[in-house]
């Protein structure tokens, strides 16, 4: 059995900093995209940083030079450094991440961690 388990999130003001962490469990997997995506009620989840094989990074146009994600393929895990948060990044914040397990390609998410930017 694989998951992904994530750390991090909590409440923060606006301006300020927060890390989120997320490591894949289990065995005998291997992953291609891995990344982070948001969500708020009575809307779409979206897409905030995903990085496709280490070799490519895709950012929203909203977050793009506030937010950095980091992976570590030896160890499955990955990170997304945010800062300069602002109100409107408040979500529940989901890892994500594709992986081959058990003869094919599946989508796994974490469990959610929520992010909240208020004064």
């Known amino acids: 059995q694989v998951q992904l388990v994530e750390s991090g999130g909590g409440l923060v003001q606006p301006g300020g900093s927060l890390t989120l962490s997320c490591a894949a469990s289990?065995?005998?997997?291997?992953?291609?995209?891995m990344g982070w995506y948001r969500q708020n009620p009575g809307k779409n989840r979206e897409l905030v940083a995903v990085?496709?094989?280490?070799?490519?990074?895709n950012y929203a146009d909203s977050v793009k030079g506030r937010f950095t994600i980091s992976r570590d393929n030896a160890k499955n895990t990955v990170s997304l450094q945010m800062n300069s948060l602002k109100p409107e990044d408040t979500a529940v914040y989901y890892c994500?991440?594709?992986?081959?397990?058990?003869?094919?390609?599946?989508?796994?998410w974490g469990q959610g961690t929520q992010v909240t930017v208020s004064s």
């Open positions: 994500y991440a594709e992986m081959w397990y058990r003869g094919r390609w599946s989508n796994y």
């Open positions: 990085s496709v094989s280490s070799s490519s990074i």
């Open positions: 289990g065995s005998g997997f291997s992953i291609a995209t």
